[in-house]
């Protein structure tokens, strides 16, 4: 008997699973579905979830695209429990906060006409229900007023509604700590390196309140912390990633099935 090579996949492999998936459980990845795929899901669902995430210093031992893998891997989650369109993620956010540390920013002005923009081409596309899924804390304010500024833009039963995931837990979030690191251990391990973890370098002995209102300005967070890091990493581990993002899952699943009551 011969034996045969296996074959290699395919990126249009990918795809094609991708699609198939998506008619199954109703999770549907736009970036790889045709206008034929579409218009048939489109009878299923009218919902969309547009994840929006940052590229921004995440200490010495996360990738710069922390944000943005955790909400887009979110995304998905929570898009089979509810059943929606996951757009792809926006990487783009408003990280001044971090300078003078590795940062890509936008105002929160072009964050909030890019975002209005999509949801006018959603609405246009016969999507009743559009969802914004925030993955950076520094985002809060170019999208707590898109509902406002999409007001008598869009047609009278379409709804935009923005949900900051973090609020889907109830441990403490941080930045580059226990939290945000556990998620990464439990979805991309393999960017992870914790022979490098640190905790802050500074103590961090403000309240809440006050540390809120320093950190909107520009270069605050490396004042701040020392060295980029809210948190101690080192307590992270996969296990407590894998719980919180169940947590997190259920807890925005139910949310927006709220919202479109």
Same mark, same amino acid.
């Given at each position: ?110 964050? *909030? $006409? ?5 949801? /006018? ?8 229900? !559009? +969802?914004?899924?925030? &993955? ?100 992270? *581990? $996969? ?5 919180? /993002? ?8 139910? !949310? +927006?099935?709220?919202? &479109?009551?």
């Amino acid at each position: 008997m011969t034996n045969r090579p296996r074959p290699r996949n395919r990126p249009q492999d990918k795809v094609l699973n991708a699609v198939a998936a998506a008619k199954k459980d109703m999770s549907v990845p736009v970036f790889g579905i045709s206008q034929l795929d579409f218009r048939r899901t489109l009878k299923k669902t009218k919902r969309a979830i547009i994840p929006v995430g940052s590229l921004e210093q995440h200490g010495q031992h996360l990738p710069v695209s922390t944000d943005s893998i955790i909400v887009e891997h979110i995304a998905g989650l929570v898009a089979r429990n509810v059943g929606a369109y996951v757009l792809p993620v926006i990487p783009y956010g408003v990280s001044f906060e971090h300078k003078p540390l590795f940062n890509i920013s936008v105002r929160n002005a072009t964050l *909030s $006409a890019l975002i209005c923009d999509a949801c /006018i081409s959603l609405a246009e596309n016969k999507i009743q229900d !559009t +969802i914004i899924l925030n &993955g950076h804390h520094g985002n809060v304010g170019a999208l707590q007023y898109i509902a406002q500024e999409l007001h008598g833009s869009m047609p009278a039963k379409t709804s935009i509604h923005t949900v900051h995931y973090w609020h889907a837990m109830q441990h403490e979030f941080d930045h580059a700590g226990e939290v945000e690191t556990s998620l990464m251990l439990a979805i991309a391990p393999e960017l992870v390196r914790m022979s490098r973890a640190r905790p802050n370098s500074k103590r961090l002995s403000k309240s809440k309140v006050a540390y809120d209102s320093m950190t909107n300005a520009p270069g605050s967070f490396p004042r701040i912390t020392g060295n980029g890091v809210w948190g101690d990493p080192r307590k992270a *581990s $996969a296990g407590k990633g894998k719980k919180w /993002i169940e947590e997190i899952t259920m807890n925005l699943s139910r !949310t +927006i099935r709220e919202l &479109g009551r």
